[in-house]
């Protein structure tokens, strides 16, 4: 408990920063703040996931640079820079900027994501705020329109209590080879209690090869009673 990971430059490691507790104990009070993750040489990416939270009650994770998110390994599973999962509550995601995500496997059944949250608690806590995200793409043909898709923001399964305010993502970019659907926020069919307040949302991927390829700003497969308040966004796609 109380950690606090301030200026630090991390590359060439799978998961960057992991924070794992257990439901009956969980990880309490952590600041993830003004880090450097990823470099730009081919053989120093991040191999999965930037930052990794399951189990953790009050984090900030704040003003970190994440990019180069970059595999190509099959059956890896999902890329993520920012992964807040099972049991995690009270969590703040701010000003940090996110870019180059890339899972590029033709075949896997999984994309990549900038920021994606699947708790598991209705009530989560979770504020997403200022945030930058860019260039999150994924080349696979098997990939369905749901959690699995390229997405820049991802609210997924029984998670509730989120609250995403002033980001801006940008998916623009040509996803080569297959890559099949792009989202730039994508909204789950179990979610509950999101609060969508003055984002920009432009998503103009193109593909090279896949002719049913698609590209959305906005995709949910909740009904609209999941927004319990939606104003003052720009969509684009």
Avoid: W
């Amino acid at each position: 408990n109380s950690y606090t990971i301030r200026n630090n430059t991390f590359y060439k490691l799978k998961y960057a920063i992991c924070a794992v507790g257990v439901s009956s104990s969980k990880n309490q009070d952590y600041i993830i703040e003004s880090n450097f993750i990823g470099d730009k040489g081919a053989y120093n990416y991040i191999g999965q996931f930037a930052i990794y939270i399951s189990q953790v009650k009050n984090c900030l994770i704040k003003k970190n640079e994440i990019f180069n998110v970059i595999n190509s390994n099959y059956y890896l599973g999902k890329l993520r820079a920012i992964f807040i999962s099972t049991g995690s509550e009270s969590i703040q995601i701010e000003k940090n900027k996110i870019y180059d995500v890339n899972y590029q496997h033709s075949s896997d059944k999984y994309g990549a994501g900038g920021i994606e949250i699947n708790t598991g608690i209705a009530e989560s806590n979770i504020k997403v705020y200022n945030n930058s995200i860019g260039r999150v793409m994924g080349t696979s043909s098997n990939i369905a329109a749901g959690e699995n898709a390229n997405l820049g923001i991802g609210i997924i399964n029984a998670t509730g209590g989120v609250k995403i305010y002033n980001n801006s993502i940008d998916l623009a970019g040509k996803n080569g080879n297959y890559g099949y659907y792009s989202i730039g926020l994508y909204i789950g069919a179990s979610v509950t209690g999101v609060e969508l307040i003055n984002n920009s949302i432009y998503n103009s991927t193109t593909y090279s090869i896949n002719a049913n390829a698609k590209s959305y700003a906005i995709y949910s497969a909740a009904p609209s009673t999941a927004f319990t308040n939606i104003n003052y966004n720009n969509y684009y796609a």
